[in-house]
């Protein structure tokens, strides 16, 4: 993200004098006159209006202008942060902008780097489209009567226990944008149903409608049906009234994407999580998102995709990697539960991936494919883990 690490370095505090106001173009005798009404060719209460439409039409373009300004330092926050995902298309500054982001759009193309990048701003629209049919408060509403969350970490570490292998988190996916559609005859009720028998601790249902033909309703439904199994909301979350939503939903815990979330973010919605009773899993893909999940406080869960969400490309020792050396000893320190995701299909990478220190692992693709899911997850384990 060249253009916004450059940004300091380009920055011109103010080169060009704020543009007059129109009020300063006023004839002298406009609004002068102290004695109003005395063969005064404007009438008062014609001046008094122009002049307060002139001011309010100042106070939009400020706060546009403002407006504006905040996104770009929140870019900026984020890309010294080492985070490439752009939470919203690039737009040039208002009109009239006069200010010391005034060179900033240069050769910026307003068409989204990788697939992530275009999740992201699909789902900012999105969100600020649901937001208005449900505001925060009608949510906060709803919650008033809702039943308690479920312990996610609690049924991994128990599963771990029982079983001797990770903890299976296993998805509830119809399709991805890498993948196409993995099963046409997809019923998340019975899907859900035959993970909860086949052994898995918790489930994971995709919510995302556009490019991975999930929803809202296969999440309550899946709650309503009887499962017990607590179940994580799978959301490209980029505003904190998401949470709000998954847990009226029926969610028990929700996905943080380290890639798209700077750390104040990351701190922000894991102490809303904590309020609502839900667990955050918070992922990460590299190196740095590692660094940076592990130095927040309160993160009790961390998940490492294997997939690289920008490109794709799946790699399971990706989860060895980022549990190397002093990282693995400090999620053993703090007691952080660590999930291998994406990518696994047989008893070695499960064992492969246990050997690396996870306790759990989040599985969609090699047993949603199956027909019987319960059944695909033996196969996963190359043992029945339902007893
Ligand atoms: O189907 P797989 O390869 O077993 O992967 C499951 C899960 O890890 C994957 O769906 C996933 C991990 N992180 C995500 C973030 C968004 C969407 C999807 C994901």
Known sequence: MAGLTSLRSTRVPFLTKPKPSPLHHRPNNFSMNPNPGAGNRFPVTSIKAQQAEASTVNKEDELK???????????????????????????????HYVGPFEFRIQNEGNTPRNILEEIVWNKDVEVSQMKQRKPLSSLKKSLENAPPTRDFVGALREANHRTGFPGLIAEVKK????????????????????????????????????????SFENLEAIRNAGVK?????????VDAWQIFYARVKGADA???????LP???????????????????????????????????GVELIGINNRNLETFEVDISNTKKLLEGERGQLICQKDIIVVGESGLFTPDDIAYVQEAGVKAVLVGESI????????????????????
């Open 65 to 95: 202008a403002k407006d504006w300004e905040v996104r770009m330092l929140q870019e900026e926050v984020a890309a010294s942060q080492g985070i490439r995902i752009r939470r919203r298309p690039p737009t040039g500054p208002p009109v």
């Open 175 to 214: 399709a991805s944008p890498s993948r196409g559609i993995l099963r046409e005859d997809f019923d998340p009720v019975e899907i859900a149903k035959a993970y909860e028998k086949g052994g898995a601790a918790c489930l994971s249902v995709l919510t995302d409608e556009k490019y991975f033909k999930g």
């Open 229 to 237: 199994c607590p179940l994580l909301c799978k959301e490209f979350v």
């Open 254 to 260: 929700i996905l943080l994407i380290a890639a798209v």
């Open 263 to 297: 750390d104040l973010d990351i701190k922000y919605m894991t102490k809303i999580c904590k309020m609502l009773g839900l667990t955050a899993l918070v992922e990460v893909h590299d190196e740095r998102e590692m660094d940076r999940v592990l130095a927040i406080e």
């Open 368 to 387: 949603v494919k199956q027909s019987d899911p319960g059944k695909g997850i033996s196969g996963l384990f190359g043992k029945d883990i339902s007893l």
